[in-house]
Structure formats: C-alpha cells, structure tokens
C-alpha cells in the first residue's frame, strides 16, 4: 500500500505491507438511477443537488458548481452519483448489503494486483480512449473500457470513498475534471471530512468474500 522512497507525495509513504482477505468490489460506480432506487424506498437521504466543501465559497459560485451535482444535471440517470458524502455512501451500499472498500482494498483492485500496473488499465498513459478525464461534464458510467479485474472507472469518472479512518476519510481516484495524469495515479490519495460534498466525488462498493 502506498509508494516507495522517492516517489509520489508524503502522504503515500512509507509503502507498507497490508493484509486483505478476499473480496469483491463493484464492477462499476454507483449511477444516479441507483442511488434514486435507494432514495424511493426510503433508505437513503436525497441524492443532494447542493456542494458541501471545506471553506464556504460566495453565493454566486456556490450555485455555479452546485449545477453540476448529478442530481441537477439532465439525463442524468447513468451518470456517476455526485456530491455524496460518506455518510450517504455507506448508508446506500449498507442497503445492498456491502461496504465501502478499505484504502487497501481500493489500491489493489486499481494496480491490477501483483501487477502493480502504473494505472487500472496498464502503464499507458490517461487518455480520451483509456479513462474520463480532463472534461468539463462527467461521463456515463462503465463509458471507457474496463481495466484490472474488469473494472470500469477506478481512475477518472468520480474520485471514491474509501473507509479506513474514523475521522478523516480517504478519497481516491481522480475525476472527470482532473486534468494532470499525476492525479490519476491509483497511490494517489486525499483526506476529506466526513461530510464533504463535490461535483466529482462519488463511489462503489465492496463486500467480503465468502
């Protein structure tokens, strides 16, 4: 878990041998339509058409990017569930009868494994073709290609909650609008509150094997 000496940024070091019983993560990103299904039969809060970040932004640009919440978007129902907190995640994926995936969990899927592949769909680098980055709107969920253990959008699409700390919690992935490769990176990774809400944060789930 994490990078070695020299790499990445402070955050991701030391790299650290982790142990994971077996698992299984969602092949995709929870979609509008699914988080609503959630929504209708009461198990969930409201999909939120408002952002929710760590300093207050002025009225005006507050409204600005709250209009690219998934909720108020048009033709929204494939797209990628946004402005989630992790309070609404855990709640949804709860209501199917998984989790979220631990940061470990999340890292392993998204470097292929014993691979350790620099991205989730190989050491080519981000493009149009290979991942939804550096847009100004999301794309459809499962849009490009699946990568390691057929999975669709473990980087770009919407960055992830993951589950570890009590307190902060990790976010990993990049997103739609992330625009350096370096923030696709699979070790790349931000805390954020419990309670944050943004236009390119969303997530998937995961569940023990057994």
Request: proline share 6%.
């Amino acid at each position: 878990l994490g990078s070695p000496a020299g790499r990445g940024e402070a955050n991701e070091r030391p790299e650290a041998k982790v142990d994971i019983g077996e698992y299984c993560l969602s092949q995709r990103e929870v979609s509008v339509a699914q988080y609503q299904a959630c929504a209708s039969n009461k198990a969930c809060e409201a999909l939120a058409t408002e952002v929710r970040l760590l300093s207050p932004l002025p009225e005006a640009e507050h409204k600005a990017q709250s209009a690219h919440c998934s909720a108020n978007l048009t033709d929204n129902a494939d797209l990628p569930a946004s402005c989630v907190s992790f309070e609404d995640a855990s709640r949804y994926c709860a209501w199917k009868g998984l989790r979220l995936p631990t940061e470990a969990e999340w890292e392993w899927a998204a470097t292929g494994g014993d691979d350790k592949l620099a991205w989730p769909w190989g050491n080519a680098l981000p493009s149009d073709e290979n991942t939804c980055w550096n847009r100004r709107s999301p794309c459809r969920v499962g849009s490009r290609a699946a990568g390691a253990f057929g999975l669709h959008d473990l980087a770009g699409g919407v960055s992830e909650w993951t589950a570890n700390d009590p307190k902060a919690k990790v976010v990993r992935g990049g997103s739609w609008e992330s625009v350096k490769p370096d923030a696709l990176r699979p070790e790349k990774r931000a805390s954020m509150p419990a309670g944050y809400r943004d236009v390119t944060l969303g997530f998937r789930c995961a569940k023990d094997r057994r």
